[in-house]
């Protein structure tokens, strides 16, 4: 049959498939008009109603996102088998919703059916955006029946105890916005007013500040599911065989993940930039492959605009025109190339592509954003063999150098009533709290009242700045990012966020420059000798810790400054740490902490640089 719009498309509706307990999950099947053979098939499962629409499904020139049918007839017509699921207790499929669990099971479970149908020739390709990708990586994890190639677009999790859920020990608080959206958009919230309502009477400004939330006595009280996923992963502070599971940890099962084909794209400012450069450069070295990397400067599949938050990159910063003719035509030759076996282009023939920030005019344009610019290239690795690092030392007096520094301290303080706020960076799902995207690290930072008004972001005594003299030539940093610091507090515990910024010089358009968040890092320090048991500090003892950023790709112009912030919050992307070193999940009233970084030889509190080698010309 055929639908309004879908023409030369057969549409089998609420086809519902067995998992292996019994549950059925619901799919809709598109096959081309006139086909009776056996053919290659696409599988898209996502959570998010497999009959709505994505906002990253546009172009650039058709800014209008597509719906999820139209995209599945879109292939159909090109000669695929189209399946569209609804994850397990989302929409149409049975069974209760835990965010992030049984996916693995399902995946193959859904994968092995696919197989035993007799329009399937044998050969099934994955793809989606998002936790369409968190899905594929889990399943991938078994290594299903029939899996050929897979395209994860902005997720698939390496470690999602190490970036996605929590990152060096502290929870992303974007966890708690996504709960209290999607649980207004439960099957169970929409057949229940009262339970709807319930839901939609709090304001999650109103929570945002309290850590942690309980069973009961939170914004999700009103969906009992949804609140215990929240307090769940709130209290999985230890890395236990949990985090270890298919679901979430893609690393910890490379000996039994695909050997299909794959690709791996995300953004700079995506939260799981660092999965996926991590799961290319783990898996491009043990898998046949091949295995792809695509880095672009978007937000969270954002891929068709130029811009991110505040910062425009010019008109090469889309994915269309640059890497393919658009997102679609990206897909589809992958696809034909790697799945069908038909002459496609190779629009990446490359291992890595991806895209430099940096090198724009500084202006504002017309739309009121920084011209930061920026352009695309190629390497054979990630990270690219030819980067050399390069230690910047710490020195008390602010300075960033490569000099070695004096024997020194400098100190701040963590007040955890009036953390230091979220401006952009790698976040999703953060409405209506968090955008995310690069921001002048200078303006104004008023956030919940948690911050004193009229107080510049600069004028903080909760935030060290380091920062080089103005480059006299220009810097590409290219890779993953690390601080080594020399550290003490007095307090038991305290975090260490850092973040690395992009410092304009003044100008006509920015008099008083204008500090650009390019990646951000963070290191819980009762987990400074690991994950699986905290230890406290001892308060006025010095610790040596190493702290992973996110990577990235700049180009640090002439006449810029490159800086790191140091600070103990990052408020709302992470939960606050209360200084008292009680476990996650307990409450504790906070402690003011007074912590210190300590330079010198003997201490050697350094920032580590990829720098590439600038393109010559």
């Known amino acids: 049959m055929t639908a309004s719009g879908l023409t030369g498309v057969r549409i089998q509706r609420d086809v519902m498939i067995s998992m292996r307990d019994g549950?059925?999950?619901?799919?809709?099947?598109?096959?081309?008009?006139?086909?009776?053979?056996?053919?290659?098939?696409?599988?898209?499962?996502?959570?998010?109603?497999r009959r709505g629409t994505s906002h990253a499904d546009c172009t650039a020139t058709d800014p209008v996102p597509r719906s999820k049918p139209e995209m599945a007839a879109a292939f159909a017509a090109q000669g695929y088998v189209y399946v569209l699921q609804d994850c397990r207790g989302r929409y149409g499929s049975e069974g209760g919703f835990t965010k992030y669990a049984n996916e693995a099971e399902d995946g193959f479970d859904?994968?092995?059916?696919?197989?035993?149908?007799?329009?399937?020739?044998?050969?099934?390709?994955?793809?989606?955006?998002?936790?369409?990708?968190?899905?594929?990586?889990?399943?991938?994890?078994?290594?299903?029946?029939?899996?050929?190639?897979?395209?994860?677009?902005?997720?698939?999790?390496?470690?999602?105890?190490?970036?996605g859920v929590r990152q060096g020990g502290a929870f992303e608080l974007k966890q708690l916005t996504w709960a209290v959206k999607h649980a207004r958009l439960a099957p169970a919230s929409l057949a229940d007013p009262a339970r709807r309502a319930a839901l939609e009477a709090e304001d999650?400004?109103?929570?945002?500040?309290?850590?942690?939330?309980?069973?009961?006595?939170?914004?999700?009280?009103?969906?009992p599911e949804y609140d215990a996923f929240v307090a769940g992963m709130w209290a999985r502070e230890t890395l236990t065989d949990f985090w270890r599971a298919p679901d979430f940890c893609s690393a910890c099962h490379d000996d039994t993940f695909t050997d299909a084909p794959m690709v791996f794209m995300s953004s700079w400012y995506d939260p799981y930039a660092l999965a996926a450069t991590e799961n290319f450069s783990r898996l491009s070295r043990c898998k046949q492959g091949p295995v792809r990397l695509v880095m672009g400067p978007w937000t969270h599949g954002q891929r068709s605009v130029t811009w991110a938050g505040d910062v425009d990159f010019g008109p090469g910063g889309t994915l269309d025109g640059q890497i393919a003719p658009d997102y679609v035509a990206l897909?589809?030759?992958?696809?034909?190339?790697?799945?069908?076996?038909?002459?496609?282009?190779?629009?990446?023939?490359?291992?890595?592509?991806?895209?430099?920030?940096?090198?724009?005019?500084?202006?504002?344009?017309?739309?009121?954003?920084?011209?930061?610019?920026?352009?695309?290239?190629?390497?054979t690795d990630w990270p690219a063999t030819d980067t050399r690092l390069v230690d910047y030392q710490l020195h008390s007096d602010g300075r960033l150098a490569v000099a070695p520094a004096a024997t020194g301290t400098c100190s701040w303080r963590h007040d955890p009533f009036d953390p230091v706020p979220t401006t952009g960076g790698a976040v999703a799902s953060g409405a209506p709290l968090m955008e995310a995207g690069g921001y002048d690290q200078r303006e104004t930072a008023e956030m919940f009242g948690a911050t004193r008004p009229g107080r510049a972001f600069s004028e903080r005594d909760d935030v060290l700045v380091f920062q080089t003299e103005p480059l006299t030539e220009a810097l590409e940093v290219v890779g993953p990012i690390t601080a080594c610091l020399s550290v003490s507090s007095s307090a038991v515990d305290t975090d260490v966020m850092i973040k690395l910024i992009d410092v304009y010089p003044p100008s006509d358009d920015y008099p008083g420059g204008y500090a650009l968040?390019?990646?951000?890092?963070?290191?819980?320090?009762?987990?400074?000798?690991?994950?699986?048991v905290p230890r406290l500090m001892v308060p006025g003892d010095v610790y040596d810790v190493e702290i992973q950023a996110f990577p990235t790709a700049n180009l640090f112009a002439v006449g810029h400054r490159i800086r790191l912030d140091v600070a103990s919050s990052n408020f709302p992307h992470f939960d606050v740490n209360p200084g008292t070193g009680v476990a996650a999940g307990e409450s504790s009233a906070p402690v003011v902490a007074i912590n210190r970084i300590h330079t010198g030889r003997a201490a050697s509190s350094r920032l580590v640089l990829p720098i590439a080698p600038r393109p010559a010309g």
């Open 110 to 163: 859904t994968l092995s059916w696919l197989m035993a149908q007799p329009w399937c020739d044998g050969r099934i390709g994955t793809l989606g955006l998002s936790y369409s990708a968190h899905v594929q990586a889990a399943a991938a994890c078994l290594d299903p029946p029939g899996l050929a190639a897979l395209f994860m677009d902005s997720g698939g999790f390496s470690s999602a105890f190490h970036s």
């Open 204 to 223: 999650i400004r109103d929570w945002i500040g309290v850590n942690p939330w309980r069973i009961g006595v939170s914004p999700l009280g009103a969906a």
């Open 517 to 532: 968040n390019l990646t951000h890092g963070v290191l819980r320090l009762r987990f400074r000798d690991g994950f699986d």
């Open 23 to 49: 549950v059925r999950l619901a799919a809709d099947i598109y096959r081309p008009e006139g086909i009776e053979g056996p053919l290659p098939v696409l599988l898209e499962r996502t959570p998010y109603d």
């Open 331 to 379: 897909r589809r030759a992958w696809f034909d190339r790697h799945l069908a076996g038909r002459e496609a282009p190779d629009y990446l023939a490359a291992p890595v592509t991806l895209f430099v920030m940096g090198g724009g005019s500084g202006q504002r344009t017309a739309e009121g954003r920084l011209d930061h610019g920026g352009r695309w290239r190629t390497q």
